[in-house]
């Protein structure tokens, strides 16, 4: 699975593509401290506990998960969010273009955030 070793900010997304260190991507991504990887999800409904596994992974390492539910919002069945209220993640669902904008102010203030981004 393709995996960019840092933490950076979203340039663009679109057309089912990120872009970010001068390098795009086609398909979901998760930004976690660790870096940027594909996520395979492309939409909410397959978002599963094997899904979510690489940001339970982490916790402990972020405070905030922003998901971004791809172009509409969506919600998280419950059995998933208690997953991540587990391991003391605190989340937000809102549409991909909301999550990644909002991502990249709090990682330019320097919070503690990481995104799972289903690709519009």
Request: charged content about 20%; proline content about 8%.
């Given at each position: 699975?393709?995996?960019?070793?840092?933490?950076?900010?979203?340039?663009?997304?679109?057309?089912?593509?990120?872009?970010?260190?001068?390098?795009?991507?086609?398909?979901?991504?998760?930004?976690?401290?660790?870096?940027?990887?594909?996520?395979?999800?492309?939409?909410?409904?397959?978002?599963?506990?094997?899904?979510?596994?690489?940001?339970?992974?982490?916790?402990?390492?972020?405070?905030?998960?922003?998901?971004?539910?791809?172009?509409?919002?969506?919600h998280l069945k419950e059995p998933l969010k208690q997953?991540?209220?587990?391991?003391?993640?605190?989340?937000?669902?809102?549409?991909?273009?909301?999550?990644?904008?909002?991502?990249?102010?709090?990682?330019?203030?320097?919070?503690?955030?990481?995104?799972?981004?289903?690709?519009?």
């Amino acid at each position: 699975m393709p995996f960019f070793p840092r933490q950076v900010t979203i340039d663009g997304y679109g057309d089912r593509f990120f872009h970010f260190a001068s390098m795009s991507h086609a398909g979901s991504i998760l930004a976690l401290p660790s870096g940027i990887r594909a996520w395979v999800p492309t939409a909410m409904a397959e978002v599963d506990p094997a899904a979510l596994a690489p940001i339970l992974a982490e916790a402990g390492t972020f405070e905030l998960l922003l998901l971004g539910t791809g172009r509409d919002p969506a919600h998280l069945k419950e059995p998933l969010k208690q997953l991540l209220r587990e391991k003391g993640l605190r989340f937000e669902l809102m549409p991909t273009a909301s999550a990644a904008s909002t991502y990249n102010v709090l990682l330019g203030e320097g919070r503690r955030v990481g995104a799972a981004l289903i690709a519009v």
